[in-house]
Structure formats: C-alpha cells, structure tokens
C-alpha cells in the first residue's frame, strides 16, 4: 500500500510538473493557425511569441522551467536529419524526417527523465548514452526507412542541393581532411558525452580516494573539462578548417527572394 501511494504520488508530480510544459508547446502548435500562413509574418513574430511563452512558464512552475532546461538542447539535436537531408542527403523525404523527428523527440523525453512517467525500467541515460544520443538513433533509423517507401519532389530537392554543392562545397585540397574531421567528431562524441566518458570517473584519480585526484578534483570533473577544451578546439577545427562556418569565395546569387516567393510561385502553378 505505502508503495503504490509513493507511486501515485510521483506520478501526480510528473504531471504537475508536465501541465506548464504542456501548454507551452500546445501554445507555440496553435499559434501559427491563429497569425496565418505567412512565413514572412511568423518569422517576425515567432521569436517574441516564443519568450513571452518561456516568460510565463518561467514564472508560473520553476519545475517546468528547469525540466525544459534540461531537454533543451536533446531536442534541438533532434533538427539534426532535417539538416542533413538538406545539405547532403537528399534522398531524406519529408514524411521520413517528420515522422524521424516526432520518434526522436518521444524518444528523448522517456530516456532523459523516466520517472516523470513513471517508467522503472531504466533510469535517465540508459547504459550512460545521452538521452539526445538515443533519440538521434531512432530518429534518423525512422527518417531512413520512412524515406525508402515514400517519394518526394527530388528535382526541386537537387536545385538546392546543387546550389549548395557550388557555393559550399571544399576546396580540393581540404577535402582530404574530410575523414579525419569524421574520426575526431565521432571520438568527441563517444568519449565527451557517450559510454565512452565511464573511463572519466577513474582515470585521474579514485573516485572514493581525493588523496589520488590528479588535478585536485574529481577524476570525472577534470575528463569533462579536458572535453570542453577538446570540444572548442573540434569546434574551431569544424568551423574554419573545414570551412563550416566561413563565406563562400564565390558569390551567391539568391535561387528566390525568400519562402514567400516560392509559395506565391507554387500558388500560381
């Protein structure tokens, strides 16, 4: 009895702390029905819409507040297959990367925070892999099946990737690099903030010894700041060397003015 009322009792909290959470997302769904169409509007508004939103789930459930925290950026992982059927897969359909993306993101709340829902079959992190870690895997599993039994418009999809291909793509002489970027960004990965960050809670120093801390901290405190270190230094490497985050040196010339230019196109077709 005392146990099945301590359940009840989580379970009551879990959806206390979920209604702000609820009606935020709820709220940001409804709002483009309600404003119109208009992409040109929606992107001018959208951002304010969106704090005033944060404001008042901030200010009315602190627990909702920090369970968004928390999410955060596991969800917006899960925009990851959208980029890449854009920039490199255009085989990705949009029926595979919406569906991908509802998968990963159902994915990432049961694996970050499990007893909100009361799910005792794992804890948060299963096997230490990060919730955001889970959901990209399912996610881009759904995306890739889903698109080998669904179509798309591939020639309006290959105008833009071939705009990108000119404008964006590597210099011969960088392109060489392109396996090693692979290996340091998957290493990253494994080891910052995958099962391989285990080897962090021992390798400077006993986790139960302080005596034995090599840098005068907890072993896994010293591997995450080593990480952060190598995560900027990946960063820069990404950005500049391989050119991720640089102008292109040939000009651009503009496919369409901006969406509403496509839609008004599509309309008079």
């Excluded at 993306?101 to 299963?126: N, Q």
């Excluded at 995306?143 to 020639?155: E, H, K, L, N």
Aim: net charge negative; charged share 15%; hydrophobic share 55%.
């Amino acid at each position: 009895m005392p146990e099945s009322a301590g359940r009840a009792g989580g379970l009551r909290r879990g959806a206390d702390s979920l209604q702000p959470v609820l009606f935020f997302v709820l709220a940001l769904a409804l709002f483009p029905l309600g404003v119109g169409p208009g992409p040109e509007i929606l992107a001018r508004i959208g951002v304010g819409v969106i704090v005033l939103l944060a404001l008042i789930v901030a200010s009315t459930s602190t627990d909702a507040l920090v369970l968004l925290g928390g999410l955060a950026v596991a969800y917006g992982f899960q925009m990851w297959p959208a980029l890449i059927a854009v920039c490199y897969w255009p085989w990705l359909t949009r029926q595979g990367v919406v569906l991908g993306l509802i998968v990963g993101l159902i994915v990432v709340t049961i694996t970050d925070g499990p007893s909100t829902f009361g799910i005792e079959a794992w804890g948060r992190w299963p096997w230490t892999i990060h919730s955001a870690g889970w959901g990209i895997v399912f996610n881009l599993l759904v995306a890739i099946v889903v698109s080998a039994i669904t179509r798309d418009d591939m020639d309006r999809k290959m105008e833009f990737h071939n705009f990108l291909a000119q404008h964006a793509s590597l210099p011969p002489e960088k392109r060489r690099l392109v396996p090693t970027a692979w290996i340091v960004t998957i290493a990253w990965f494994f080891f910052g903030i995958g099962p391989g960050a285990v080897i962090g809670n021992w390798i400077f120093g006993d986790p139960t010894d302080a005596a034995s801390w090599t840098f005068g901290m907890p072993s896994i405190w010293a591997w995450q700041i080593l990480f952060w270190v190598l995560g900027v230094i990946m960063m820069y490497f990404l950005a500049y060397t391989m050119q991720m985050s640089t102008v292109p040196e040939t000009e651009v010339e503009a496919l369409a003015e901006d969406v509403a230019e496509i839609e008004r196109e599509r309309a008079v077709v």
